[in-house]
């Protein structure tokens, strides 16, 4: 569990905080999202969690223990993958850019790291290309390997798909729900309609502090709060909420594209067969 207790921080050139008397708790093992309008402070709390800024005011517990102290427990715990996977790439090799960031482990072991977490990616197939061949969404995907052979317990995605088409989307959102499968606590950093249906949780952030949580299950009666902060709300919670109106209520546990198409087509089907 991470707790993240009164935190506020101002960048030094800034005469205001961006993070204002922060307070949330992200429990283990669920998809988390965060989002908020540009300038929110949603980058500089996945900064913050995972030790590239360095807290000043205010705790943050990772399984209870402070971050402000160096503890070699803490050592692993937090990966994190920004959006542009060229600004965090240094070789030109798959396999070396996946074992860079483990190179002290033993021989034997960088290689069972890499090739388990380039399999959790989806592309064994390709661990010894030359990355400049790859799209910019392999590219992430190669990122997001490389945080993964460090064996984190916490994984922060700082809107991983902003720069990718598409079918680069889905690839990356299918490993975000297998990697929660595997027992991955994912901390969601977007301001990507369709990626708040990932998330088990979602925190709105507003003016540098936690407006609003929300639970999956209440997503569809919590729509308005979207609108409220002038983020975007995705196409299957508007048509669900406008059903809802109506008088239609359907409960989709995971809500999906493809659960809703399903629950059409078994509504359509039983009224064709009575």
Do not use: C
């Amino acid at each position: 569990m991470i707790k993240i207790e009164n935190v506020s921080f101002k960048y030094p050139n800034s005469k205001t905080n961006i993070l204002s008397n922060l307070n949330m708790t992200i429990t283990e093992n669920q998809i988390v999202a965060i989002v908020g309008k540009n300038g929110s402070g949603k980058s500089t709390i996945a900064k913050l969690l995972s030790g590239v800024k360095k807290l000043k005011k205010g705790k943050i517990l990772i399984d209870d223990i402070d971050i402000s102290k160096k503890s070699k427990e803490l050592q692993n715990k937090v990966g994190i993958v920004f959006q542009n996977p060229e600004n965090q790439i240094i070789f030109n090799n798959v396999y070396d850019e996946i074992s860079f960031s483990i190179k002290d482990l033993s021989k034997s072991e960088i290689e069972n790291r890499v090739l388990a977490s380039i399999s959790q990616v989806g592309m064994s197939d390709l661990k010894n290309e030359e990355l400049y061949s790859l799209s910019l969404g392999q590219k992430q995907r190669i990122v997001i390997a490389e945080a993964l052979a460090r064996k984190p317990k916490y994984l922060i995605l700082d809107e991983p798909t902003t720069m990718i088409d598409s079918f680069g989307k889905e690839k990356i959102y299918e490993i975000i729900r297998n990697l929660k499968l595997q027992g991955y606590t994912i901390i969601l950093i977007t301001n990507v309609a369709d990626e708040i249906l990932l998330a088990d949780k979602i925190f709105i952030l507003d003016n540098g502090s936690i407006s609003h949580e929300i639970d999956k299950k209440n997503l569809i009666s919590n729509v308005n709060i979207f609108n409220e902060y002038g983020l975007q709300i995705p196409t299957l919670l508007q048509i669900l909420a406008e059903l809802k109106n109506s008088g239609i209520d359907i409960n989709l546990q995971n809500l999906s594209v493809s659960d809703f198409v399903n629950y059409l087509k078994g509504k359509l089907l039983n009224e064709k067969f009575n």
